[in-house]
């Protein structure tokens, strides 16, 4: 078992910078991955972005050029930066982590952008 706790949201006024940070604990080293997924009201969760435990990163179309991650599988630490945070960044982020045959998330933390 992996579990992942998120720390960081709240708040935030437009043109702000983001940081989220997922802690990782439990049976890490069965980890392959950790990523950001966030959630719009009545939408399915859709990637931000995730590394790989070979430190290869992917991100959604819709943040790229806005976010990038430090951390990584090893360190058992991903943070998540974003710039210039818009109305249309409000959404419930969550960390997710993969491993074989397995899925974990985090709680959730709630990302409100407004002025």
């Known amino acids: 078992q992996v579990q992942l706790v998120e720390s960081g949201g709240g708040l935030m006024q437009p043109g702000g910078s983001l940081r989220l940070s997922c802690a990782a604990s439990?049976?890490?080293?069965?980890?392959?991955?950790i990523g950001w997924y966030r959630q719009y009201p009545g939408k399915s969760r859709e990637l931000v972005a995730s590394?790989?435990?070979?430190?290869?990163?992917t991100y959604g179309n819709s943040v790229k050029g806005r976010v990038f991650l430090s951390g990584g599988v090893a360190q058992k630490m991903v943070v998540l930066t974003m710039r210039n945070v818009q109305p249309e960044d409000t959404a419930v982020y969550y960390c997710h982590g993969e491993s074989v045959g397995r899925s974990y998330w985090g709680q959730g933390t709630q990302v409100t952008v407004s002025s």
């Open positions: 439990g049976d890490t080293s069965t980890l392959n991955g």
């Open positions: 590394i790989s435990k070979d430190d290869w990163q």
